[in-house]
């Protein structure tokens, strides 16, 4: 259809409301006039008083003068006849039945509002190179160097650069204050505090690189190639203080529960594993995924569900309940999912896919029904990250650009800390 159709509008006041004479807008069946008919005609008022009365009192209000034989019909069906006219509409009702408008569905736009432009920005499933801040600030893994991004002032900075040949793995925020962890391809991980520009923990322990992080307070997972989880803590001076084993292929997503005491995890080996820090180990795990288990996201809303996503050799959107260890909802995507995230402010939630269709998914969570579904991106969609404010998000694809979406709505208690000027800019 062409957007550029024209509406023409209806003017109310030359509209003629005059209706032909042989038109009427209700229709009375024959067989109920005619038994109206012989039920008042056929009494003591045979030139029709009684039934024009009748009118008048169900329609009209009016106390009509008539003979009380008109209510004292001995003939039970007569009487029958009589119930069935008032019920089907002769009796007048004073308070009109209230219809409620249908609530018009959200729009989302489908143009993101902002476009980073991110050379070198790889092309790699398994790593995690994306994330955005509590306080408002977006950190990029590019090749060896981490970039930051302001979504106050929108000026772009160098954080750190890597020695050759090593390369930046996985980058992840603090939820309560400006330290920045960042993972990398030599099996080290370094907590930076980004305030002062300096490092504040370095910790080495893995035989592999390291494609995911994921912080609890002061706790930071960490999972790696060499199929291993390691949890530190960085006020401990000790290597680790839970170490969990049980994938069998590279680790490459990570997310803490809400309430903080469980770690999802997904791997190569299409499982998704759930660790208890209380008891520091495995609490369960599922294997109904096809393919590699990268996109968790757990519902802030319900604390005991957890969404995971399979690769391409899968597809799907896979919830479990970690009460009753049970899957309780799949959805076929019909693309390799590659991130989920739940929204804060609504029931709601966005899936990233990768193979073939490269889109943007918003998800209606009551009913897994599409609210809309986003495209601008040339290749797959592996990076996912949410504003602080739970409004925004922003994506990363192997076309090296970052796209900044408007999808959720506002919360009423936060105020929205994104930029919604629509601009390009080179992140360099």
Request: aromatic share 8%; charged share 20%; hydrophobic share 30%.
């Amino acid at each position: 259809m062409n957007d550029q159709t024209p509406i023409k509008e209806v003017d109310l006041n030359k509209q003629s409301w005059t209706s032909p004479k042989d038109k009427s807008d209700r229709f009375i069946p024959r067989n109920v006039q005619s038994n109206l008919y012989q039920l008042f005609m056929s009494e003591e008022n045979s030139q029709g008083s009684l039934y024009n009365n009748l009118l008048q009192s169900s329609i009209l209000g009016k106390s009509p003068t008539v003979n009380q034989k008109l209510f004292n019909y001995k003939t039970e069906n007569k009487q029958n006849e009589m119930n069935k006219i008032i019920n089907n509409g002769l009796k007048y009702s004073a308070t009109p039945t209230k219809v409620e408008p249908e609530k018009p569905p959200r729009k989302i736009n489908k143009r993101p509002y902002k476009i980073l432009e991110a050379e070198n920005l790889q092309d790699d499933f398994y790593l995690n190179l994306l994330d955005w801040s509590p306080f408002n600030a977006l950190a990029v893994g590019l090749e060896n160097s981490v970039l930051i991004w302001s979504g106050h002032t929108s000026k772009v900075s160098r954080l750190c650069t890597l020695e050759d040949p090593d390369m930046v793995c996985s980058v992840a925020w603090s939820q309560h204050n400006q330290h920045l962890s960042v993972g990398n391809s030599m099996g080290e991980v370094e907590v930076w505090d980004v305030t002062k520009q300096k490092v504040i923990r370095k910790w080495n322990g893995h035989q592999g690189r390291i494609g995911s992080l994921a912080w609890n307070n002061y706790l930071l997972a960490t999972g790696s190639r060499d199929r291993n989880i390691l949890v530190r803590d960085v006020r401990s001076p000790n290597e680790s203080i839970q170490k969990y084993v049980g994938h069998k292929q590279e680790i490459c997503g990570l997310k803490w529960s809400f309430d903080e005491q469980l770690l999802a995890s997904g791997g190569n080996d299409n499982k998704l594993f759930i660790w208890s820090l209380k008891n520091q180990g495995e609490f369960t795990h599922f294997s109904q995924h096809q393919a590699a288990v990268k996109a968790i996201g757990w519902s802030p809303h319900q604390h005991n569900i957890v969404a995971s996503g399979g690769g391409t050799a899968d597809r799907c959107i896979r919830f479990f309940n970690t009460q009753t260890l049970e899957q309780v909802d799949c959805i076929d995507t019909g693309s390799q999912v590659c991130n989920l995230m739940f929204s804060k402010n609504s029931n709601e939630l966005v899936s990233t896919h990768g193979y073939s269709l490269n889109q943007i998914i918003v998800w209606n969570y009551n009913n897994m029904s599409k609210v809309a579904t986003l495209t601008g991106h040339t290749q797959r969609v592996l990076y996912l990250s949410g504003s602080p404010c739970g409004q925004n998000i922003v994506t990363g694809a192997g076309d090296e650009t970052l796209r900044f979406w408007n999808v959720f709505p506002q919360s009423a208690s936060k105020n929205d800390h994104g930029i919604t000027r629509a601009e390009t800019i080179d992140l360099r």
